[in-house]
């Protein structure tokens, strides 16, 4: 398996911080600290519109497909709920007092949950938005959610270094995931395995049938902010403040690849987001450089 860099997108003028999938599988929608929202075209590797010019830095994104929506999670810690079918915002969402850090839309109970810098989840009904529930987890930031669907429940990751799981039939707490010895950043839920990337640069895997943690191995040299899982292909990607992306075997977490530096025309600074689409299985980076970087997995 080979691996080389298709493209690069430019068209951001400061950080990005939020990248998520679009209506097809080549469209997809970035954000950032310059406050635009972009929907990008992978067919034609370009930028196709300014979806939105949002009030503060954009912190995170979620495209719900039936009923074309976009919700922009912000800074400030309300969320911009977009009509794009009408290309007009329909609600502004705001009970939260930190960063809207994730944004994760439960489908089959037509729920989504933010997650945010002060400390708490908050559910919501769609498509009326209602506030359903909202729970505090730890004290420190919720960087990011994952859901597994097989399991129904939900990961919160927290800065207070633990990951709480929640059952999201009636949204009460069914186990910590504790002992991390660093902040909780990124989750990813990928096969029977719970995989934690955390702020001292470390991967723990928690495996659920058994209800262990195994222990962590080293994966970056700074903090994990975003995990993705192909299911097609069978890798796991990372990406870290450590300005690299990584490929990793999920039978053993072994490193398959690693972009970074000069040669590979990897990113310069923190990567913030990843995103692995279902277009051609391009793998999508994006960071403090500015750029959104367009990965090609050659079989």
Known sequence: MEFE?????????????????GEENHIFYSGGSDQFVI???????????????????????SFLKVQNLLLIGQIEGGVHVIDLAENKELKYLKIHKGYIFDIQFIEEKNEVVFSSGDGSISVWSVPDFKLLFQTQIGKGKNRKVAYSEE??????????GFVQVLNTADWSKKFPIEGLESGANSLLYFKKSLLIGTK???????????????????????????????????????????????IWN???????????????????HSVNAILWTKHENL?????????????????
């Not at 399991?151 to 207070?160: G, H, I, P, Q």
């Not at 793998?283 to 367009?294: F, Q, T, Y």
């Open 5 to 21: 860099q298709k493209g690069t997108l430019s068209e951001h003028k400061a950080a990005i911080y939020a990248i998520c999938e």
């Open 39 to 61: 929907r990008w075209n992978l067919k034609t590797m370009e930028a196709e519109k300014v979806i939105s010019k949002a009030p503060t830095t954009v912190i995170s994104l």
């Open 283 to 299: 793998l999508l980076s994006a960071g403090d450089d500015r750029k959104i970087r367009v990965w090609e997995i050659l079989e």
């Open 250 to 268: 999920p039978e053993n977490l072994s490193i398959v690849k690693r972009f970074e530096g000069f040669d590979d025309r990897a990113h310069t």
């Open 200 to 246: 001292n640069a470390h991967f723990h895997e928690f495996d659920l049938s058994a209800q262990v943690k195994k222990e962590g191995i080293a994966a970056h040299n700074w903090a994990v902010y975003d995990l993705a899982f192909n299911s097609e292909l069978d890798l796991i990607a990372s990406g870290s403040r450590d300005k690299t992306v990584k």
């Open 151 to 160: 399991r129904r429940e939900l990961a919160v990751a927290s800065a207070d």
